[in-house]
């Protein structure tokens, strides 16, 4: 199997595109879908086998739940048991957009998507493009971002085509996602509500509408069984090379902590490096008879939104480029970043941390 790419870049090739994966997933086959965080790979939600497929081409742990897209407030309420006053209010202020609730779930919803659970999360995503094959479909999509389990989440069609293009039949190329990292997950079945996943709609302006938020634990015991939310594994959001989050404040403490990644070899590790404040003035090797050399520098503006619309292209760049190690100057501190640093934590989960672990430490 080799995927077909549709473009939607005219309102004809956008009306044949939602036609043509509307026709997909009526015939329980996934389909590559952009929303505006990440790309999904979308299956019909009411149909416990298209779903399970969703799980197998992903390689994905049958204990990780998956949301639940809808197209609109009355779609979302059949696929629940109960809608409390708080929901209405959430999605009064955030919906469509990229804010997922964790309710009870109804009976309509098969345990595959909730992986068993007694809660099934749901959103109302704002790109048109998933809400137009909603629509098409007339039923609930069940959409895990398109990737490899634990891998990179896609942002373009391209990342998709690279890591899922011989597993599946169709991606539909919507352009790049405009918010860039997955959504915000509230659990609303807890008192207070519980941010179980950060994202960029932060606490604070969830507990300006429902008055109190609180937020999840950093890890999730995975034994504990079915998880309530994706994004909870402690290993999430990974490259395929080793990941670290730095602090520096010059250009030689940079090259210190680069030095301590590699052992002795017999050529330089490949490094890339992804900064948004302390931008090295000298590249190249990390020093005389480095065993590192910093092969690409990117910089990310230090604006939390254009960071988090960035950060998945540019690893992806790395991984496409060759890196053997990716570095990624630590996010500055506040709620604004607190989405960000916990992709980059889960993505560096299992490397042995260098140096400061926070910009203001």
Known sequence: ?????????????????????????????????????????????????????????????????????????????????????????????????????????????????????????????RHPLMQAVIRACGFPLAAPSANLASRLSPTTAEHVRAHLGARIPLIVDGGPCPVGIESTVLDLTTRPPRVLRPGMIHAESLAAVLGTVVLGENAADASAGPLRSPGLLEKHYAPSVPLWLMHWRDDAELHRQLRALAPDQSRPLRVHLLVHTNIPTNAGNAGEASPVALERVAVIPRDPDAFARALYAELHRCEEAGAECIVVETPPAGPEWRAIADRLRRAAAGTTPVGPQRADA
């Open 1 to 125: 199997m080799s995927a077909e790419i549709l473009p939607t870049d005219t309102p004809e090739r956008f009306r044949a595109a939602v036609e043509c994966a509307a026709q997909w997933l009526r015939a329980g086959q996934p389909v590559a879908l952009p929303t505006e965080t990440v790309y999904g790979l979308a299956a019909n939600a009411l149909d416990a086998a298209a779903v399970a497929r969703l799980y197998q081409i992903k390689g994905r742990p049958a204990h990780n739940p998956i949301i639940v897209h809808v197209a609109g407030v009355e779609m979302a309420r059949q696929c629940v048991a109960e809608w409390p006053e708080a929901a209405e209010q959430l999605a009064r202020a955030f919906w469509p957009g990229p804010l997922t609730l964790v309710l009870p779930r109804a009976p309509v919803i098969p345990d595959v998507v909730t992986a068993g659970g007694p809660t099934v999360g749901v959103r109302w995503p």
